[in-house]
């Protein structure tokens, strides 16, 4: 809240930038924020003193060891990522330190459960990687998550080798790393159940994750706007498509309709574009629920 109006008090400061071709525009997520511009004379003889003033007034100073002004070919990190072109394209990737955080605390968990269950560990990382891997799912992070992948794997070694010292490297292989499909060396472990079924554990690989790439939302985009009902009902829709508990909800709605149109009554398929509306506006204290929900071909006009 301290930081509110540091961008409206750029704009009032430097109401020509864009038109004199500089270029100006401010970035802001909580207390952290990036300023861009195409002179590095002006952002630093004109805007870091605007910023200095701004928040000297409010008590605060800028951070020497976080501040910098830098060209974006050589980049800079902003909330955990890389940001920097490389011959003339921007690229998005996960920073080093991130990377380097993300390891030493999943090193960290591996450590303190040096002689936990197999089971118990895969269930203590699988939500690291997990919630790490989704954060940057939207970035260019392929890469980084195979390289994750392979770090994890040593560290997980090393702890099944240490667990058994008089053994063998094939034994502490088939007794940790299973293979699954076409797929060797997966870290798995089974656990029986109180009924006396099996359960399987298997670690998270990072790589798995999809990378997809964020939409942004339309800068005009109102939900309290009647105007802008279907764009958010469309755009919620196409975000359940990426979950499989999404996929599950929008099956059971489909088959709920006899998999059919309410309004053509003609089959809702693969091949006729469909969308997601709600019986009961969210506005007006409808819900996500499938009961809410029903199944509509773009092309047919809705029933309001």
């Known amino acids: 809240m301290t930081l509110d109006g540091l961008e409206a008090m750029l704009a009032e400061k430097f109401p020509k930038a864009v038109r004199r071709g500089l270029k100006m525009h401010m970035v802001r997520y909580a207390d952290d924020f990036i300023i861009t511009g195409n002179s590095k004379e002006?952002?630093?003889?004109?805007v870091k003193p605007a910023v200095v003033e701004f928040l000297a007034e409010r008590g605060l100073v800028l951070s020497p060891q976080k501040t910098k002004i830098t060209h974006?070919?050589?980049?800079?990190?902003?909330?955990g990522w890389n940001i920097r072109k490389y011959n003339g394209k921007l690229l998005m990737k996960p920073s080093k330190a991130n990377v380097k955080a993300h390891l030493d605390k999943i090193r960290e968990v591996i450590k303190v459960n040096?002689?936990?269950k197999q089971a118990n560990l895969i269930r203590l990382l699988n939500p690291v990687l997990r919630g790490w891997a989704n954060y940057h799912s939207h970035v260019v992070a392929k890469e980084t998550f195979a390289r994750v992948d392979g770090n994890v794997w040593s560290m997980l070694w090393r702890w099944a080798a240490r667990r058994h010292p008089n053994k063998g490297a094939r034994w502490v292989k088939e007794?940790?790393?299973k293979t699954r499909g076409t797929r060797n060396w997966v870290f798995a472990a089974t656990e029986k159940k109180e009924d006396g079924t099996q359960r399987e554990f298997t670690l998270l690989k990072e790589t798995d994750t999809p990378i997809q790439r964020h939409i942004k939302i339309k800068s005009d985009a109102n939900p309290h706007d009647p105007h802008w009902e279907q764009y958010f009902e469309s755009r919620w829709g196409k975000k359940m498509l990426n979950s499989a508990?999404?996929?599950a909800k929008l099956y059971r709605v489909w088959l709920?309709?006899?998999?059919i149109c309410p309004t053509c009554q003609k089959p809702i398929t693969k091949l006729t574009p469909w969308d997601v509306h709600y019986y009961v506006?969210?506005?007006?204290g409808g819900s996500d629920a499938a009961s809410n929900l029903y199944m509509h071909h773009l092309s047919c006009p809705r029933n309001y």
């Open 114 to 116: 040096k002689t936990a």
């Open 281 to 284: 506006k969210k506005a007006n």
């Open 42 to 46: 002006w952002l630093e003889h004109e």
């Open 175 to 177: 007794r940790y790393f």
């Open 72 to 79: 974006i070919k050589e980049g800079f990190n902003f909330l």
């Open 256 to 259: 709920r309709q006899d998999r």
């Open 245 to 247: 508990s999404g996929r």
